[in-house]
T-cell receptor, first 115, second 115 residues
Framework: QKEVEQNSGPLSVPEGAIASLNCTYSDRGSQSFFWYRQYSGKSPELIMFIYSNGDKEDGRFTAQLNKASQYVSLLIRDSQPSDSATYLCAVLGSEISGGYNKLIFGAGTRLAVHP | EAGVTQFPSHSVIEKGQTVTLRCDPISGHDNLYWYRRVMGKEIKFLLHFVKESKQDESGMPNNRFLAERTGGTYSTLKVQPAELEDSGVYFC?????????????FGPGTRLTVL
């Protein structure tokens, strides 16, 4: 079992729709969760972070966390073609996974928003 | 404010040669991290500096890899001798002081190709 699992996609949504990206993690000790966006050949860019159960909204983005189910999601409302990228879910390690400071990444989900 | 910078952006070397990658973190960031993404795999943690001290080097693959951060500013990652499996993108990230919950900002990466 991978430490952080994401569907590789591609996830194809029409412009203006809601894109839903999902991530599960195995380390029950993890407390901090991040979503990064990566355009091809570029560096990962932070979109959202979430520490508490529930929803966190920032503009068109909403992160959702359920620690009991070890599940994190990212919703993108009113999707735009410029949102087309790979979205990386990252979990901050805990003592269980061998370190508090390292990010553990999923393989990423490719999102394609078509006009 | 300048972001994390890395040099070179690309490096092509032959097996057995030595390569040194450089990372300049965001000014004032005490934490510096090295990550690597090999073809088709997730981004993986290599090591973490706090100022000039190695806090966690559990992700370093073997003793052919040497990371330094003299003076607590920029960092270098040397691979000697390089092997074919070292090919990939090497990312550097930095964050402010704190324990784990601080957001890590990534540089553009160095694409290393070992022939």
């Amino acid at each position: 079992q991978k430490e952080v699992e994401q569907n590789s996609g591609p996830l194809s949504v029409p412009e203006g729709a809601i894109a839903s990206l999902n991530c599960t993690y195995s380390d029950r000790g993890s407390q901090s969760f991040f979503w990064y966006r990566q355009y091809s050949g570029k560096s990962p860019e932070l979109i959202m972070f979430i520490y508490s159960n529930g929803d966190k909204e920032d503009g068109r983005f909403t992160a959702q966390l359920n620690k009991a189910s070890q599940y994190v999601s990212l919703l993108i409302r009113d999707s735009q073609p410029s949102d087309s990228a790979t979205y990386l879910c990252a979990v901050l390690g805990s003592e269980i996974s061998g370190g508090y400071n390292k990010l553990i990444f999923g393989a990423g989900t490719r999102l394609a928003v078509h006009p | 404010e300048a972001g994390v910078t890395q040099f070179p952006s690309h490096s092509v070397i032959e097996k057995g040669q030595t390569v040194t990658l450089r990372c300049d973190p965001i000014s004032g960031h005490d934490n510096l991290y090295w990550y690597r993404r090999v073809m088709g795999k997730e981004i993986k943690f290599l090591l973490h500096f706090v100022k000039e001290s190695k806090q966690d080097e559990s992700g370093m693959p073997n003793n052919r890899f040497l990371a330094e951060r003299t003076g607590g500013t920029y960092s270098t990652l040397k691979v000697q001798p390089a092997e074919l499996e070292d090919s990939g993108v090497y990312f550097c990230a930095s964050s402010q002081e704190g324990q784990g919950t601080d957001t890590q900002y990534f540089g553009p990466g160095t694409r290393l190709t070992v022939l």
